[in-house]
């Protein structure tokens, strides 16, 4: 069990951009869209907490490597009318790339997003039947040498 | 700014199952299924990782409060030629649901499963063409007084 | 060297509240009013960021108590022309008071004003001429038998 | 919602010094110095703190990047009969300044001494009247090209 | 893959006792005796370390329990001319036992030892010929209904 | 308090390998062979936990610098009928040497398969009369200019 071993690989400019989605209830939207979620601005939330979650990557997926990112950018939209997008753009310059790092970014804005809405997406019995975390990918990545 | 206050909330019987899945192509799950994958077994980690995840939750998740799960059960398994699902059910005698925590053990375990496959996942450009996480969504809560 | 132990001690209801201020340029502060700070919302960032701090005090201050905080308050806004001040309630149901998860909060909160703020408050040797943090004190505890 | 992009910043010798005060009763500082104070040296255990505070950073503040820091160092002292002192001088070769490590290392310090005290501050109502940090300032910043 | 499922099991008192030693040069027990450690005081050092460990050990350790501790207690002694001794003990009121967290409190506690005494352990070709941690064992475990 | 300062240091390869292990009953290593044990498999357990706990280590060890690590690798074994090894090989390019996050992997690695095979070693009184965590050191340290 090892990290793949990077030593011998020239460090070397990266970056990554990796994108998903959370499906809403039209009416969750329209509560984002105007100011109106109680626990705060999920859109806004979910950038910092993808920014945070971004430099935890090597703490959180096993065997990545710890990178010494020089950019993290999280950014969150609603797309339209049941969806809100995430996205990360990370840089590094670095011996492997930073797709997981741009991948955590998303997956934990978008965790960020369905915690500030639970109330909202809730049915009478507690169960959330529509909402639902989709198609998380990487749309971007970049070596420079 | 504020987590819910659950001050005055009874602790009561809390457990919440997730659940998503990552499409890979047919050759990956192939190697997964035959234990060839090189950094190890993707199903193993996957589960690991997302039991330290969800014990992790309020750290990652800013407005999730600190709970005392007393079971984080991850599971991981193929179910179609480019498919593998990760699935969570937490439990925990709380103030509030654990589905925050299933939802994130769920993530990092499918981003667990991704960063163990991606030297079979990238094309000769290192993009992804086809990986993508998808359909993360809460099977079931429950609550018992 | 020990955590004060607190084994026999009844769990009872704990809330605190700490507030602390920074002291800015009026011109940031300017800045922070109309929105117009290059990196984000300095006052949101710092509520999320003292939050998440509140509920990691027991790994930053060495001799707390792991505390299953029920609620974390941040709120953060101008005071007057040269200064923000954030402020932090906490409570929890717990054999030990919980004054310091409110100072962690308050603390990090104003740390990440600063940051958010830097290339504002710095002068044309990079120095911090007038930026400091100041007056971090506990305005308020309660215990509830 | 992005930390500042560095990636084509120079790597350079940077070096910051951050100070701070917290006023403590004058019974409290005398069995300091006399070496009473039941939950154990609070000096020595400031400045462990603080200096593991400074390498967490940039998981306190969502901003903050990650940086290869090369020497921590922390002092606390009595400065006066009613007062003490941390301070903390941070060293990095890096794309970015580390006078948010400096002053975290502070801020945890004065946080961790205030919580090994506890006992001696609080009044007969558990509140304290008297106990304050202060002034947490950046004394000086350097970088050497 | 989980984390045994103790949510029927009953919160009793639970009371854990780990040790372990280090074995190391007469000369390095010797400077530590006499507070001659270059790096600061290794004993203290290894307590505070030890303390944080605890708290800190269900991210470390994958299946255990997040518990809520009441008392962590670390030792360090010399024990002999060429041993040093931690121990810890941890107690909490919960569903399962807590000798976990001694023995990461004392594993902790031994590796900042050999941290802070690492200059005097090296010989001439920077390897430890005699640097050890030996014996790692919980000395009791008690539950209390 | 410092961290030693490394600034004018040299960036080396630096490689460290160490490991130690753990006694534990035939009962217990023969069910951990024909892969018994309840609560999953140790040895892949504990390599997982030794790299994560490897770029953990300067949270855990306060005098530690945060390094750029480009490989973790860790390996568990079965040695003789009452003994488990783990071992793990750390790399990276760095100002000091990587020998405290070689011994802290095998350290995490053996409290983790202390915690998979609890329930096998315990007497009939809860206690652990034979279970052991021994001899961990460092085996090879290389640096290469």
Redesign the interface.
Known sequence: ???????DKAEI?REATAT?TIKLKPNTVNLIKTGKIA???PL??A???????A??T??????????????????AKITDKNTVEVSATV???A?T?V??EA??AV??G???V???V?QYE?DAD???PT????????T??L?QV
Chains 1, 2, 3, 4, 5, 6 share one sequence.
Not at 1 to 7: E, G, K, L, N, T
Not at 58 to 75: D, F, M
């Open positions: 069990m090892a990290m793949v071993d990077v030593s400019f998903g626990k705060g601005d806004y939330t950038k910092i907490a993808g920014v945070l979650a430099k935890n090597c703490s959180l997926v096993p065997l990545c490597h710890p990178l010494p990112l020089t950019n993290v950018k999280v950014e840089k590094a310059k011996q790339g797709e997981m991948l955590t997956s934990v978008l965790l960020t369905w915690d500030m639970k809730k507690g169960q959330y909402t639902a975390i989709e198609n998380i990918h990487v971007r990545k070596k």
